[in-house]
């Protein structure tokens, strides 16, 4: 089941929580940023992850850290062949793909539930009304709580149905 809650996606009690990145992200901004300084390791495992694969838009990686933290990294922004680490914008193709492939990351590592932001819509520069029915259309039928952040609160935590 799908919840639009508001609150600090950090203060979650979902078992993942999900961010968009794109290939070789800096991580400097958003809740990308809060979480590279949350796990800085999962910053620097997910660069060399992209460095080790052929890594492309649309995909999704899992970060496990300590204490069982998991952080599910959709790549949803196209790279841009530049020294900066510049990131090119976010795409709905991308999206899709990406949601796609969190589906099969919530099955084969038996997920219990996830926290999603408003994903691709700061850095990646889309439309929230865009990106909501991918969302939602991906992630209706797969059978756990899943907590879509459409507002953020910082420090409070939201309202997340069948967390304890």
């Known amino acids: 089941m799908i919840y639009k809650v508001e609150g600090d996606i950090l203060l979650s ?3 993942a929580i999900v961010q968009g990145v794109g290939i070789n992200d800096p991580m400097d901004k958003g809740l990308a940023l809060a979480l590279r300084n949350r796990y800085p390791e999962m910053c620097k495992d997910f ?6 694969h052929n890594t492309r838009p649309g995909e999704a990686w899992l970060w496990v850290g300590t204490n069982n933290i998991r952080i599910v990294n959709l790549i949803v ?4 062949d530049s020294h900066d680490y510049r990131l090119g914008k976010a795409t709905l193709s991308n999206i899709k793909h990406a949601l796609d492939a969190l589906v099969s990351i ?6 219990t539930s996830i926290a999603i932001p408003k994903l691709a819509t700061g850095s990646g520069d889309l ?10 259309s991906c992630l209706m039928d797969i059978d ?4 879509v952040y459409s507002g953020y609160r910082p420090g409070q935590k939201a309202q997340e149905p069948g967390m304890a």
């Open 127 to 136: 439309d929230w009304d865009d990106v909501w029915p991918l969302i939602e």
């Open 144 to 147: 756990i709580p899943v907590y």
């Open 47 to 52: 660069n060399r992850w992209c460095h080790q």
């Open 106 to 111: 919530i099955l084969k590592e038996k997920i």
């Open 77 to 80: 922004q196209d790279a841009i």
């Open 13 to 15: 009690k979902a078992n």
